[in-house]
Protein backbone atom coordinates (compact mmCIF):
# COMPACT_ATOMS: atom_id res chain seq x y z
CA UNK A 1 0.00 0.00 0.00
CA UNK A 2 1.31 3.66 -0.71
CA UNK A 3 0.06 5.99 2.26
CA UNK A 4 -0.04 9.45 2.47
CA UNK A 5 0.28 9.96 -1.40
CA UNK A 6 -0.87 13.39 -2.29
CA UNK A 7 -0.18 13.78 -6.09
CA UNK A 8 -1.44 10.99 -9.00
CA UNK A 9 0.31 12.02 -12.45
CA UNK A 10 -1.03 9.70 -14.99
CA UNK A 11 0.44 9.16 -18.48
CA UNK A 12 -2.06 9.77 -21.41
CA UNK A 13 -1.67 7.24 -24.15
CA UNK A 14 -2.22 3.57 -23.07
CA UNK A 15 -3.69 4.63 -19.71
CA UNK A 16 -6.26 7.18 -19.58
CA UNK A 17 -7.22 6.63 -23.67
CA UNK A 18 -6.47 3.83 -26.10
CA UNK A 19 -5.27 6.47 -28.71
CA UNK A 20 -2.77 3.52 -30.22
CA UNK A 21 -5.38 3.21 -33.66
CA UNK A 22 -5.39 6.90 -34.25
CA UNK A 23 -1.35 7.34 -33.86
CA UNK A 24 -0.59 4.30 -35.90
CA UNK A 25 -2.58 5.34 -38.78
CA UNK A 26 -1.18 9.38 -38.74
CA UNK A 27 2.36 7.67 -38.45
CA UNK A 28 1.57 5.59 -41.43
CA UNK A 29 0.05 8.46 -42.97
CA UNK A 30 3.20 10.64 -42.41
CA UNK A 31 5.47 8.34 -44.06
CA UNK A 32 3.26 7.31 -46.90
CA UNK A 33 3.09 11.44 -47.49
CA UNK A 34 6.88 11.42 -47.18
CA UNK A 35 7.65 8.47 -49.57
CA UNK A 36 9.16 6.42 -46.39
CA UNK A 37 8.06 2.88 -45.76
CA UNK A 38 4.89 1.68 -43.65
CA UNK A 39 4.62 -0.52 -40.77
CA UNK A 40 2.31 -2.64 -39.18
CA UNK A 41 0.09 -1.88 -35.62
CA UNK A 42 2.30 -4.55 -34.04
CA UNK A 43 5.02 -2.73 -35.06
CA UNK A 44 4.56 0.80 -33.62
CA UNK A 45 2.58 0.41 -30.96
CA UNK A 46 5.16 -0.97 -28.37
CA UNK A 47 7.19 2.23 -29.19
CA UNK A 48 4.41 4.52 -28.35
CA UNK A 49 5.05 7.28 -26.02
CA UNK A 50 8.48 8.02 -27.28
CA UNK A 51 9.39 10.75 -29.45
CA UNK A 52 8.23 10.55 -33.42
CA UNK A 53 12.11 10.46 -34.53
CA UNK A 54 12.83 7.28 -31.88
CA UNK A 55 9.54 5.91 -32.61
CA UNK A 56 10.61 6.02 -36.00
CA UNK A 57 14.41 4.82 -35.22
CA UNK A 58 12.92 1.62 -33.31
CA UNK A 59 10.44 0.64 -35.68
CA UNK A 60 12.79 0.94 -39.12
CA UNK A 61 16.17 0.82 -37.35
CA UNK A 62 17.75 4.23 -38.96
CA UNK A 63 17.67 7.96 -38.18
CA UNK A 64 15.41 10.83 -39.66
CA UNK A 65 17.74 13.58 -40.55
CA UNK A 66 16.89 17.37 -39.04
CA UNK A 67 14.83 18.33 -42.01
CA UNK A 68 13.10 15.10 -42.13
CA UNK A 69 12.04 15.15 -38.48
CA UNK A 70 10.71 18.94 -38.53
CA UNK A 71 8.46 17.74 -41.47
CA UNK A 72 7.49 14.27 -39.94
CA UNK A 73 6.22 16.34 -36.95
CA UNK A 74 4.96 18.66 -39.01
CA UNK A 75 2.78 16.49 -41.37
CA UNK A 76 1.72 13.97 -38.26
CA UNK A 77 0.02 16.55 -36.28
CA UNK A 78 -1.85 17.10 -39.29
CA UNK A 79 -2.58 13.73 -40.06
CA UNK A 80 -3.54 12.98 -36.41
CA UNK A 81 -6.14 15.83 -36.21
CA UNK A 82 -7.64 14.55 -39.66
CA UNK A 83 -7.85 10.80 -38.36
CA UNK A 84 -9.29 11.77 -34.99
CA UNK A 85 -12.15 14.36 -36.12
CA UNK A 86 -14.24 12.44 -34.31
CA UNK A 87 -12.38 11.90 -31.28
CA UNK A 88 -12.39 8.02 -31.96
CA UNK A 89 -9.69 8.05 -28.68
CA UNK A 90 -11.39 5.46 -26.56
CA UNK A 91 -11.40 5.74 -22.69
CA UNK A 92 -9.46 2.67 -21.33
CA UNK A 93 -11.43 0.97 -18.49
CA UNK A 94 -12.61 2.34 -15.14
CA UNK A 95 -11.02 6.24 -15.94
CA UNK A 96 -13.75 8.07 -14.65
CA UNK A 97 -14.80 6.05 -11.17
CA UNK A 98 -10.90 5.76 -10.40
CA UNK A 99 -10.84 9.90 -11.17
CA UNK A 100 -14.04 9.93 -9.32
CA UNK A 101 -12.56 8.15 -6.36
CA UNK A 102 -9.53 10.56 -6.36
CA UNK A 103 -10.56 13.74 -6.87
CA UNK A 104 -11.42 15.08 -3.69
CA UNK A 105 -8.54 13.61 -1.58
CA UNK A 106 -5.84 13.98 -4.40
CA UNK A 107 -4.26 16.66 -6.69
CA UNK A 108 -4.41 14.78 -9.93
CA UNK A 109 -1.95 15.84 -12.84
CA UNK A 110 -0.76 14.73 -16.42
CA UNK A 111 2.49 13.97 -17.91
CA UNK A 112 2.36 12.98 -21.30
CA UNK A 113 4.99 13.26 -24.75
CA UNK A 114 1.93 14.54 -26.63
CA UNK A 115 1.75 18.41 -26.96
CA UNK A 116 -0.07 20.06 -23.96
CA UNK A 117 -2.84 21.46 -26.19
CA UNK A 118 -3.02 18.30 -28.18
CA UNK A 119 -3.21 16.41 -24.33
CA UNK A 120 -6.14 18.97 -23.40
CA UNK A 121 -7.85 18.63 -26.64
CA UNK A 122 -8.05 14.30 -25.75
CA UNK A 123 -8.86 14.82 -22.37
CA UNK A 124 -11.58 17.57 -23.30
CA UNK A 125 -13.24 14.95 -26.18
CA UNK A 126 -13.66 12.56 -23.20
CA UNK A 127 -14.70 14.58 -20.75
CA UNK A 128 -11.53 13.96 -18.98
CA UNK A 129 -10.07 17.50 -19.00
CA UNK A 130 -12.01 19.03 -15.15
CA UNK A 131 -10.18 16.09 -13.31
CA UNK A 132 -6.72 17.56 -13.30
CA UNK A 133 -5.15 20.34 -11.95
CA UNK A 134 -2.53 20.77 -14.23
CA UNK A 135 -1.33 18.84 -17.46
CA UNK A 136 2.32 18.77 -18.73
CA UNK A 137 3.57 17.39 -22.27
CA UNK A 138 6.51 17.25 -24.44
CA UNK A 139 6.21 20.90 -25.09
CA UNK A 140 6.88 21.85 -21.07
CA UNK A 141 10.41 20.23 -20.98
CA UNK A 142 13.71 19.68 -22.43
CA UNK A 143 13.85 16.40 -22.17
CA UNK A 144 10.62 14.31 -22.56
CA UNK A 145 9.94 10.80 -20.62
CA UNK A 146 12.22 8.46 -19.52
CA UNK A 147 13.91 11.39 -18.24
CA UNK A 148 12.64 12.50 -14.76
CA UNK A 149 12.13 16.28 -16.17
CA UNK A 150 8.36 15.92 -16.40
CA UNK A 151 7.89 14.54 -13.17
CA UNK A 152 10.03 17.22 -11.48
CA UNK A 153 7.81 19.59 -13.00
CA UNK A 154 4.54 18.27 -11.23
CA UNK A 155 6.25 18.10 -8.18
CA UNK A 156 7.29 21.66 -8.37
CA UNK A 157 4.03 22.89 -9.55
CA UNK A 158 2.13 21.17 -6.30
CA UNK A 159 4.84 21.84 -3.44
CA UNK A 160 5.07 17.67 -2.78
CA UNK A 161 7.84 16.03 -1.73
CA UNK A 162 8.62 12.99 -4.40
CA UNK A 163 7.42 10.07 -1.36
CA UNK A 164 4.09 11.99 -1.71
CA UNK A 165 3.72 11.77 -5.43
CA UNK A 166 2.78 8.25 -7.68
CA UNK A 167 3.22 7.76 -11.39
CA UNK A 168 0.99 6.02 -12.96
CA UNK A 169 1.47 4.93 -16.92
CA UNK A 170 1.39 1.81 -19.39
CA UNK A 171 5.52 1.70 -20.51
CA UNK A 172 8.86 1.93 -18.76
CA UNK A 173 8.83 5.25 -20.12
CA UNK A 174 7.02 6.20 -17.10
CA UNK A 175 8.60 3.77 -14.54
CA UNK A 176 12.21 5.16 -15.34
CA UNK A 177 11.12 9.15 -15.10
CA UNK A 178 9.50 8.01 -11.57
CA UNK A 179 11.55 6.44 -10.18
CA UNK A 180 14.42 9.04 -11.76
CA UNK A 181 12.47 11.52 -9.97
CA UNK A 182 12.35 9.30 -6.65
CA UNK A 183 8.57 8.78 -6.68
CA UNK A 184 6.10 5.65 -6.48
CA UNK A 185 5.65 3.93 -10.21
CA UNK A 186 2.20 1.91 -10.80
CA UNK A 187 2.01 0.09 -14.22
CA UNK A 188 -0.93 -0.44 -15.89
CA UNK A 189 -1.85 -3.52 -18.50
CA UNK A 190 -3.98 -1.76 -20.73
CA UNK A 191 -1.24 0.21 -23.11
CA UNK A 192 1.78 -0.65 -25.17
CA UNK A 193 3.87 -2.60 -22.89
CA UNK A 194 3.20 -6.12 -21.54
CA UNK A 195 3.85 -7.56 -18.57
CA UNK A 196 6.77 -9.11 -18.62
CA UNK A 197 8.07 -5.62 -20.17
CA UNK A 198 6.62 -3.87 -17.45
CA UNK A 199 8.51 -5.77 -15.64
CA UNK A 200 12.10 -5.57 -16.59
CA UNK A 201 11.38 -1.96 -15.06
CA UNK A 202 10.70 -2.82 -11.33
CA UNK A 203 7.81 -0.48 -10.86
CA UNK A 204 6.46 -0.51 -7.41
CA UNK A 205 3.23 -2.43 -8.46
CA UNK A 206 1.80 -3.58 -11.93
CA UNK A 207 -2.11 -3.37 -12.22
CA UNK A 208 -4.53 -4.65 -14.78
CA UNK A 209 -6.86 -2.17 -15.03
CA UNK A 210 -6.62 1.79 -13.03
CA UNK A 211 -9.78 0.34 -10.96
CA UNK A 212 -6.96 -1.57 -8.74
CA UNK A 213 -5.67 1.90 -8.09
CA UNK A 214 -7.92 2.05 -5.13
CA UNK A 215 -6.71 -0.98 -3.65
CA UNK A 216 -3.02 0.50 -3.44
CA UNK A 217 -3.05 3.91 -3.37
CA UNK A 218 -3.94 5.51 0.61
Given amino acids: ?88 DQLQPSVVETLEYFINDKQISVATTKPVAVAEKILAQQGLLRYFSAVFGGDSVENIKPDPEIVHKNLAEFNVEPHEAVIIGDTTLDVLAGKGAGIHTVSVLTGAHDRATLAEARPDYIIETLEDLKNIVA
Fill in 1 to 88: MLKNIKLLIFDVDGTLVDSSGVICEAFNGTTLEMGLSQASPDAITPHIGLSLEDMYFNVFGKRLNEDEVLLFYEKFRRIYDEVDIEGE
